[in-house]
């Protein structure tokens, strides 16, 4: 079982920047594809960064193309989500999950085999 726990989460002012941690409790981590997503209140979860196994190729929603980061460090068994300009709708729950499913980032977009709890981002003046 791949225990995944999201860390970093908290309340900052639009325009500032947060860097989220999702930490796996497996290895190799490298096995896994990796994305993010967030939920906001009333709206359903959407896709927002992912990574291959390598870290070699990533993906993004439009959204937040440009202002959002995702990176992993496989020795660490942790993958990172660095977000800048924050604005107010992305305030959200942020999520991490992993799968196995052989493809390229965007495979977790579809298939996702293990997710964390989340942490609550909230961009707020």
């Known amino acids: 079982q791949v225990q995944l726990a999201e860390s970093g989460g908290g309340l900052v002012q639009p325009g500032d920047s947060l860097t989220l941690s999702c930490a796996a409790s497996v290895r190799p981590f490298s096995l896994y594809v990796v994305g993010w997503f967030r939920q906001a209140p009333g709206k359903e979860r959407e896709f927002v960064a992912a990574i291959n196994r390598s870290g070699n190729s990533v993906a993004y929603a439009d959204s937040v193309k440009g202002r959002f980061t995702i990176s992993r460090d496989n020795a660490k068994n942790t993958v990172y989500l660095r977000m800048n300009s924050l604005k107010p709708e992305d305030t959200a729950v942020y999520l991490c999950?992993?799968?196995?499913?052989?493809?390229?980032?965007?495979?977790?977009?579809?298939?996702?085999?293990?997710w964390g709890q989340g942490t609550q981002v909230t961009i707020s003046s």
């Open positions: 999950a992993a799968t196995r499913r052989i493809g390229g980032p965007l495979v977790v977009a579809s298939t996702q085999d293990y």
